[in-house]
T-cell receptor, first 114, second 115 residues
């Protein structure tokens, strides 16, 4: 049973560029959440997708957007990259039905903005 | 607003000693509380969760945590540390449960285990 998979594992971009990160949820999961973890900090919630719609959003600017596909996989897009966007981006999946209340995390994508 | 405070960004113990990692939360409603562990270059792994059932929660790898409402605390303990426990530990709170609600994390505590 595959867990949460994220791609790519590492990425280097320059300021002003755009980036797309991808996430495949754990088998059977239908909800995907994205988090940003800056160096030395705890993860911060970006947004959550369920039924292909953004259900909740944290305190992140509109430069951060996402998408969920019919197969429940998800993308995180960041436009006009800033140096401060350098971080580990974590995807977490969970199952809405039955309120399992457990988010399973992928290994993350480490984004470096130069 | 909910928040989580982890006291001590770095804790060092000897192998075989008690592990105590502190977490205090702030929430206006009964919270769901979680402890996650992160090994280097890996994602987060759930250790245990509190969802308003028993106040003493047992998790994986011999860890447990006790929910104390009067102290708004959810400290993580393990009676005897192993070298393999060296990692970063995060306490998190959610109002409506991990699936519907987003998780709010503390800044983490890095645990070092000395031989």
């Amino acid at each position: 049973d595959a867990g949460v998979t994220q791609s790519p594992t590492h990425l280097i971009k320059t300021r002003g560029q755009q980036v797309t990160l991808r996430c495949s949820p754990k088998s059977g999961h239908d909800t995907v959440s994205w988090y940003q973890q800056a160096l030395g900090q705890g993860p911060q919630f970006i947004f959550q997708y369920y039924e292909e719609e953004e259900r909740q959003r944290g305190n992140f600017p509109d430069r951060f957007s996402g998408h969920q596909f019919p197969n429940y996989s998800s993308e995180l897009n960041v436009n006009a990259l800033l140096l401060g966007d350098s971080a580990l981006y974590l995807c977490a999946s969970s199952l809405e039905q039955g309120r399992k209340n457990i988010q399973y995390f992928g290994a993350g994508t480490r984004l470096s903005v130069l | 607003a909910q928040s989580v405070t982890q006291l001590g960004s770095h804790v060092s113990v000897s192998e075989g000693a008690l592990v105590l990692l502190r977490c205090n939360y702030s929430s206006s409603v009964p919270p769901y509380l979680f402890w996650y562990v992160q090994y280097p270059n890996q994602g987060l792994q759930l250790l245990l969760k509190y969802t308003s059932a028993a106040t003493l929660v047992k998790g994986i790898n011999g860890f447990e945590a006790e929910f104390k409402k009067s102290e708004t605390s959810f400290h993580l303990t393990k009676p005897s540390a192993h070298m393999s426990d060296a990692a970063e530990y995060f306490c998190a709170v959610s109002l409506s449960g991990g699936s519907q609600g987003n998780l709010i994390f503390g800044k983490g505590t890095k645990l070092s285990v000395k031989p």
